[in-house]
């Protein structure tokens, strides 16, 4: 049975018992598929205000099943014992109901939800009458002396009253729970009862469609597949605008985008002068001066103007083929890149056509080996500056050539930056030896025809020098203005020790202190130029 069942029809007996309706009340008690021991308690005190002892001498039975040690169930038992003559039963029930009170004075069911308290003088009182009823007048007397001496309240002068009709050979009046005392459910338990919602009904508070007056959710919109349109006429209200020029992101946030691309204006322009925009499915900002109207009025029919932005179509039924790739036995020539030329990639062709007087050689086909594909007389190299940069060198190309072209790229002066790279299988970043030792070449750094270099200027640690290297273990975000934040894994020159736990430091053109624990120190050599 399901508790709220229990607890619905409990609370509505308990009703029926303040409004003196003993029927009523037992009615819905019968109700209750699987009782426990309060609810047949309850029971059996609207037979006892009906007159009906059998039954309510059952209900107690029942109670103490379900609860052995329910003392004022015991109590109530030997009371009504002795209303129908069954007397050694009634003194059994006084002594198991004195046993449970275990040695206290008074129990208080008040939070069991019974608004009664059994004091131990009752107990012993009850026990009096039954010797009474059996016409043990001695015993009876003995056992009211050691209840006159019990201390408890709402005793009065009962003890003593009960003494003088024991001499006079009266018998006593057992005590018994009023019947209107019952065991009532908790008062936050009923409180819960009633239905409620609590999630409410759903509101729209706002939306990115302009004027939307609809009031359910979006998914109940009629919609097609494809990518979301705003119905709108004409440039002055289209949330549709296009890129002048090719912008490159600068900070978090922030998307990089081609000139004449075509954004959705999602948001407002902000105090920095950034709006958030939406492109190729991203969500960013972009400088609201780099922006102009587009007009995105179409005509009936014509779908060939689709924008692809925003949300992508589903993909079809079927899954797309693979391609069949053409495998080419001969092997493609050697190309020497120059600085003039561009580095392999998707878009431009990795090897020079064949002369037309050498034709392919189909014939025979010979494996290549690993010393040929090392044979590479150009490297790619990629610097991360404040933004990443790639080109192709030679591999022989002297380290202040590499720099100048770096330089150039960068629209920096060479003899403000400082090149610096990483061992393999390690996290310091070193500076180059051909800044302090001329005649190295690209050579010395490369793997595979690649190199990755790390650029900075060389005014940020102008007037410092470099006690040693850190590499750091987690992010640190900057709690003050004199704070160095950097991220895991970059690299921090330490310049300064301020106590045991703070360090001063530089890392990605800033200078700042920064809690120790942050980094960890690699076993390198680091040179200082």
């Known amino acids: 049975m399901l508790y709220t069942v229990l607890l619905q029809l409990w609370d509505e007996s308990v009703q029926a018992v303040d409004a003196k309706d003993w029927q009523g009340a037992l009615d819905k008690l019968e109700q209750i598929s699987e009782p426990t021991s309060r609810t047949l308690f309850n029971s059996a005190s609207a037979h006892l205000a009906l007159g009906q002892l059998d039954l309510a001498l059952q209900a107690l039975d029942l109670t103490i099943v379900k609860d052995e040690r329910l003392a004022v169930g015991f109590f109530q038992r030997a009371g009504v014992m002795m209303q129908i003559g069954r007397l050694e039963e009634g003194l059994s029930d006084c002594i198991w109901a004195q046993k449970h009170m275990r040695g206290n004075i008074v129990i208080d069911y008040t939070q069991l939800g019974l608004r009664?308290?059994?004091?131990?003088?009752?107990?012993?009182y009850n026990a009096a009458a039954v010797y009474c009823r059996m016409g043990h007048w001695e015993q009876a007397r003995e056992v009211l002396l050691s209840a006159a001496q019990e201390r408890g309240g709402s005793r009065g002068g009962n003890v003593e009253v009960s003494l003088d009709s024991i001499l006079r050979k009266e018998v006593l009046a057992p005590i018994l729970v009023p019947g209107h005392v019952v065991f009532r459910p908790k008062k936050q338990d009923v409180e819960q009862l009633p239905e409620r919602d609590f999630l409410g009904k759903a509101k729209v508070i706002s939306s990115m469609i302009p004027n939307d007056d609809y009031g359910g959710f979006e998914p109940l919109r009629l919609q097609k597949p494809g990518f979301y349109e705003p119905k709108m006429d004409g440039a002055q209200d289209s949330r549709y605008m296009r890129v002048r020029v090719p912008y490159m992101a600068r900070g978090q946030g922030q998307l990089t985008v081609p000139g004449g691309a075509k954004v959705f204006l999602?948001?407002?322009?902000d105090r920095d002068g950034m709006a958030t925009v939406i492109f190729d499915g991203k969500r960013g900002h972009l400088p609201v001066s780099l922006l102009e109207p587009l007009d995105v009025k179409m005509s009936k029919g014509k779908?060939?103007?689709?924008?692809?932005?925003?949300?992508?179509?589903?993909?079809?039924?079927?899954?797309?083929?693979?391609?069949q790739g053409q495998h080419d036995p001969a092997v493609p020539p050697r190309v020497?890149?120059?600085s003039d030329t561009p580095p392999p990639s998707h878009t431009t062709p990795t090897h020079a056509p064949l002369p037309a007087s050498e034709p392919p050689n189909t014939a025979s086909e010979q494996p290549i080996s690993s010393a040929q594909l090392e044979e590479v007389d150009s490297v790619v190299v990629k610097v991360h500056y404040t933004y990443t940069v790639a080109l192709s060198v030679p591999l022989d190309a002297p380290y202040h050539e590499v720099k100048e072209q770096i330089a150039q790229k960068l629209g920096q002066s060479a003899s403000q930056l400082r090149l610096r790279h990483k061992p393999h299988g390690s996290q310091v970043l070193i500076p180059l030896r051909g800044e302090v030792e001329p005649g190295c070449t690209m050579q010395?750094?490369?793997?595979?025809?690649?190199?990755?270099?790390?650029?900075?200027?060389e005014d940020p640690l102008a007037n410092y020098t470099i006690l040693y290297q850190m590499v750091a273990l987690y992010d640190y975000f900057v709690q003050g203005p004199e704070d160095l934040e950097f991220s895991e894994g970059d690299t921090i020159d330490i310049l300064g020790e301020v106590n045991e736990e703070?360090?001063?430091?530089?890392?990605?053109?800033n200078i700042g202190i920064f809690p120790s624990c942050f980094a960890y120190r690699e076993d390198a050599n680091i040179t200082q130029s």
């Open 444 to 457: 010395e750094v490369a793997e595979a025809g690649r190199a990755i270099l790390w650029c900075q200027k």
């Open 336 to 338: 020497r890149f120059t």
């Open 116 to 124: 009664f308290k059994l004091y131990s003088w009752q107990v012993l």
């Open 266 to 269: 999602f948001g407002e322009e």
């Open 303 to 323: 779908k060939e103007n689709k924008f692809s932005s925003g949300i992508p179509f589903p993909p079809g039924l079927k899954p797309p083929t693979r391609p």
């Open 502 to 509: 703070w360090l001063e430091g530089h890392c990605a053109g």
